[in-house]
């Protein structure tokens, strides 16, 4: 409202309105709230689908890590019985096995054996006296055994594991610590099991011998039993 030179008060003119301008204007009015309301609904449809999301996935994730957690605990559950039914079933069959009393001293002659033995490509030759229970030794195993080994020529003893306070030897097979002939003899043994090496001298100690214990070119007789297979 503007005022007058003599100081009156003068009125603001009126806004003048056109046909169907207000009518329009309030239609534009409506199409604004409208669009307002439809980007806010959105934005909180928006809100609501990560928020579902994110619930979603950290209730996966811990239904995966409780299934998993319930694999484990299964499998270790079904492995420790397999274990315990194992030990119980070569305790089983080594109380059933032919028992002899335990040497002394290894024999001073080979013992007679019967059977016929397995010759292999390289002349290995074995007998399995007594088979024995569980699992069979490998390349790669770690092995225990006693042992006695005689000269096939003259059958006089050379070495046993009885004679020094049956101190069982310890070996990985396939590691080349001991002549080839056992190395490769003692594979497929079990627990429990005795069996009868003939080890030609290419197995053993050859041509050269070991002075002053093996002759060269020594065929050598060994019978073994497995302590242990780990």
Known sequence: MAQTANGQKK??????YRPGQRQQERLQRQVRRRRRQRLWGASMAAVVLIVVSVAGYIEYQRYTSDRAAAQLASANATATRVARNQATAIAQCLAGLHS????TAGPAKPPAVTGNPVSLSDGLQYIDVQVGCGPAA????NVSVQYTGWFQKTGKKFGSSWDSSAQAITVVLG??????GLDEGLVGMKQGGTRRLIIPAALAYGAAGRPPTIPPDSVLIFDVTMVSIG
Not at 100 to 103: G, R, S, V, W
Not at 138 to 141: A, E, I, L, N, V
Not at 175 to 180: L, S, T
């Open 11 to 16: 009125e603001a003119p009126q806004k003048q």
């Open 100 to 103: 002899t009393p335990t040497p």
């Open 138 to 141: 490998k390349t790669g195993s």
């Open 175 to 180: 590691q080349g610590q001991v002549i080839k």
